[in-house]
């Protein structure tokens, strides 16, 4: 802030900077004002857990007795326990079913829906209404859709001669059950958000490559796609971050199971830490779970911000 | 998902420190009248529990009691945090598997100068019962009830089968050929062509009523009885070591996985696997099963979905060494924490005396802890045609009770999963036994 202000040696320059000053601080203390309350609750419900949860990782605790100190035990024992391995590989395992076939769905559906379609904005209704919808019971009524004896799927699946599997318990199908489920959630505020980053293009971009006779693909590839890549940059980073979270659907659905199949991070820090109390142990997993998402964030900020445009004007 | 999350974030942090600031307890004091918190996880047990609390709110109009319901599986996890957040409910059903851990932290009251200073008379518990609850002369609960496991069956299923309910006594099994037990289930499961189990064409890929149902999270309500029957003990001694890995107890894994995969007489696992599985009374109701293992307080809930003397119960069948059966009761418990000492006292003793015991007994719901009341019970069952003396029978016969271990949460978790791969077929009983035994044992200190 202050590099901006350029010093002028009369006394009438000294005026105008201070005056200058004086509105800078009233409108960055209002600015603190109106942000107060989202700090306030920022910082209480957010950085002081994170700062807790860190704390409590160095102990050991079963959230009743008395906590004891143990150092960096938590984060050896983690390191050396193959079930937290499996869970990091479920948790990236969901990530990787999960992100490209959202995204790409969602691309699909937001390009389809930027055209003036009948109907169109009832779709986008549609489209998003899974995501207006409570996960859980998202989830008891998918696990009924997927019952392997009374669940439509199967009973179509019959109907052709397919005898379908045991999809949440079988350990092959498991996760990927519970991906397309959340797939089919999430899509629709994907592409909510893309089809306003389409919506933000200009026309004349469009219309100037016409007149210089690209095809369809070609304004795909060198308009459309680099300047979607705002929006492109904001939902893969906010749905990566939510899918290396995904912990109701698994909870609902199959309970980390059969077997381990669905043991995704969060799970297992829930499990250690509210089945077996294991409050310090699961602190170091839920450290281990933000470095995770932490070191993901960072690649993709990187990647995309060399490649970024902000100004279409 | 990344709002969603904030958002639930945000909720649990906001819970969490109000929790911690023992805030939000709900249990405070409005107009003089006290409202105290009763956690339990049986919603079968709740409406005559519910109505029994209502004449104790009539005979102390300033205390209100506000009853909160949770599954088996999210109590324990729920009532843990509480305790840990000092938010825990004024007075709660207490197991003898997360007893000694409670006992441990002092989230319990001892009740034993409150019994001295009431005169409370604590003989007309069953001692059995009473005796588990003492430490060091220290009383952390009164005995809320007592339950051994059965056989539930749907009258019509065995009128079909040209079974009659004598037919079920007497069976036996064994681990090499399943015995007349096994022969018995089999004539209770039919395919959709008509076919029973022990007929030729029998189609085991579409059947549409098998013999038997079973859904257990621990064990109790299934593996745990075979094992007693085939001479397992789980446990080298009370508190000791598991000792799944015995063949006895292997034994009795493979017998519950046979019937479901090699004998094809019990509802597969996709369908009854806890804790998504729809609960027995539903299964046997629906008439998915003839008959279905499960435990007393399970009456009211099949009585519901098979009225008008649409089941019976028989004893379980006999195994290699004998019958037997898993003997359990709860107590209830006040909150060490509670800011009503005193209330939560008096909901107690309303809870653990004659007269809301016999109503809770009258209305069927459970085996009263109070055993001159048992009869109370029994008749009301006989009044609507079921007997039900079987499972009395089976208390004074061979019991085993609930494993006493301090790995009870380990055991828990582990075993939901291990054994839902073995009802599946995905893991063979020798090695889940092995695992079990492994991993309950790696959490005893």
């Known amino acids: 802030m202050i590099d901006n202000i350029t010093y002028d040696r009369s006394v009438q320059g000294h005026r105008r900077v201070e005056r200058r000053l004086a509105a800078r601080v009233r409108a960055v203390a209002e600015a603190y004002a109106l ?33 004891s100190f143990v150092g960096l035990d938590n984060y050896r024992e983690l390191a050396a326990d193959p079930e937290v ?16 076939a959202q995204t790409v769905l969602a691309l699909l559906l937001a390009l389809a829906l930027n055209r003036r379609i009948r109907g169109g904005k009832v779709l986008r209704v549609v489209f998003v209404l899974p995501w207006m919808a409570m996960p859980v019971a998202l989830g008891i009524i998918w696990s009924w859709v997927f019952d392997p004896r009374y669940g439509v799927v199967n009973q179509a699946l019959g109907m052709v001669g397919i005898d379908g599997p045991n999809w949440l318990t079988d350990p092959a199908w498991a996760m990927p059950v519970i991906a397309s489920v959340n797939v089919w959630q999430y899509t629709g505020y994907t592409m909510l958000i893309l089809l306003a980053g389409l919506q933000a293009i200009p026309h004349t971009l469009y219309e100037a490559a016409a007149i210089d006779g690209t095809t369809p693909m070609q304004r795909f590839f060198m308009i459309t796609l680099p300047l ?7 939902v893969l980073v906010t749905n990566t971050i939510g899918s290396f979270q995904i912990f109701d659907t698994v909870f609902v659905m199959t309970q980390g199971g059969p077997g381990g199949a669905t043991d995704v991070l969060n799970f297992h820090i829930y499990q250690q830490g509210f089945q077996l109390f294991r409050s310090g142990y699961a602190s170091a997993l839920a450290m281990v779970l933000f470095a995770l998402i932490l070191l993901v964030t960072a690649a993709q900020f990187l990647y995309f911000r060399k490649r970024t445009v902000y100004d279409f004007s | 998902m990344s709002r969603k999350i904030a958002v639930s974030a945000v909720a649990a942090a906001a819970l969490l420190s109000l929790a911690a600031c023992g805030g939000g307890d709900g249990s405070d004091s ?41 599954n088996w599986n999210d109590y324990w996890s729920k009532l843990q945090t509480q305790l840990a957040g000092r938010s825990a409910p004024d007075v709660f059903w207490d197991h003898v598997s997360y007893f000694p ?12 100068p409150l019994i001295a200073q009431d005169k409370v008379d604590t003989s007309i518990y069953d001692a059995k019962l009473a005796e588990g609850w003492k430490v060091d002369g220290k009383v952390y609960g009164l005995p809320k009830d007592w339950d051994t496991i059965g056989l539930f069956y749907s009258t019509k299923a065995l009128k079909e089968a040209g079974l009659t309910p004598a037919d079920l006594d007497g069976l036996t099994w064994n681990p090499a050929d ?28 579409k059947v549409k009523q098998y013999g038997l149902a079973m859904q257990a999270p621990t064990g109790q309500q299934d593996w745990w009885n075979f094992a007693l029957q085939n001479g397992c003990t789980l446990q080298d001694k009370p508190w000791g070591r598991w000792t799944i890995d015995q063949p006895a107890c292997v034994q009795a894994i493979q017998f519950v996985q046979d019937l479901r995969l090699k004998y094809h007489v019990a509802v597969p696992a996709t369908v009854t696997n806890p804790p998504n599985g729809p609960s027995l009374d539903q299964v046997v109701g629906r008439g998915e099963a003839a008959a279905a293992m499960d435990g007393s307080w399970m009456l009211r809930a099949f009585d519901t979905a098979l009225p008008g003397g649409g089941f019976g119960v028989a004893d379980l069948p006999a195994g290699p060494i004998g019958k ?13 924490g509670t800011k009503h000492p005193k209330e939560a006292w008096e909901l107690l003793k309303w809870l653990t005396s004659e007269r809301h015991q016999k109503a809770v007994a009258q209305a069927g719901a459970v085996w009263p802890g109070i055993p001159s009341l048992n009869d109370v019970f029994a008749d009301a069952w006989k009044a609507k045609g079921v007997d039900v003396t079987g499972f009395k029978k089976a208390a004074e016969g061979t019991t085993m009770g609930y ?10 978790v582990k075993a939901l999963d291990i054994f839902n791969q073995v009802w599946l077929g995905q893991l063979s009983p020798q090695n889940a036994a092995q695992k079990i035994t492994t991993e309950a044992n790696a959490a005893i200190k």
Do not use: C
Not at chain 1, 85 to 100: G, K, Q, S
Not at chain 2, 101 to 112: C, H, I, Y
Not at chain 2, 403 to 412: G, S
């Open chain 1, 85 to 100: 391995w499996r869970a990091v590989l479920n948790t990236i395992y969901y990530v990787v079913l999960n992100i490209p």
């Open chain 1, 228 to 234: 979607l890549r705002p929006s492109l940059f904001f």
């Open chain 1, 35 to 67: 942000l107060a309350p989202s700090l306030v609750g920022f910082l209480l419900f957010l950085v002081a857990p994170i700062f807790g949860v860190a704390a409590l990782s160095l102990f050991d605790w079963n959230l009743m007795g008395a906590p």
């Open chain 2, 178 to 205: 399943g015995g007349t037990f096994v022969k018995a289930l089999q004539k209770l499961t039919v395919d959709e062509n008509g076919k029973h189990a022990d007929e030729p064409g029998f189609d085991p890929k």
């Open chain 2, 30 to 70: 409005t107009g003089g009248a006290v409202t105290l918190r009763y956690a339990m996880w049986d919603e079968v047990q709740k409406p005559p529990i519910e109505q029994s609390i209502r004449e104790f709110e009539k005979a102390h109009p300033t205390i209100k009691v506000q009853i909160e319901l949770n």
């Open chain 2, 324 to 336: 037997g059966s898993v003997y359990n009761g709860l107590t209830e418990a006040v909150y060490a």
């Open chain 2, 101 to 112: 851990k409670f006992s441990k932290e002092g989230v319990l009251t001892d009740l034993a």
């Open chain 2, 403 to 412: 494993p006493l271990t301090e790995a009870a949460d380990v055991y828990n």
